[in-house]
């Protein structure tokens, strides 16, 4: 499965703590069937992940780790990316 979550992660508009944030490998990779894929930070203030993972409860826990303030977690449907379409569930 597939989820977005949408947020503030304090102090993250700044690249370098977004960067000291999510510099490493192991800052992504949750467990060995749970991982982060993208984080965009907004220009209001707001931050996206994705992550792909078997249940969101790992998602929740490392959104919290990171310090998250969490206005919405939502599983996706279909994704679409350069060109390419498929449904996620």
């Known amino acids: 499965m597939r989820w977005i ?4 992660a304090s102090g993250w508009d700044d690249l370098a703590k977004f960067t000291q944030e999510m510099k490493g490998t192991a800052e992504w990779r949750i467990d060995p069937k749970c991982t982060v894929t993208g984080v965009y930070a907004m220009d ?4 996206i992940a994705e992550y792909h993972g078997p249940t969101v409860a790992e998602f929740e826990a490392w959104l919290k780790k990171k310090g ?5 977690i939502t ?7 350069a060109g390419d379409i498929w449904k996620v569930t």
């Open 68 to 72: 998250w303030s969490v206005e919405s």
């Open 5 to 8: 979550a949408i947020g503030k």
């Open 75 to 81: 599983p996706l449907r279909h994704v679409a990316k």
């Open 44 to 47: 209001d203030g707001r931050m």
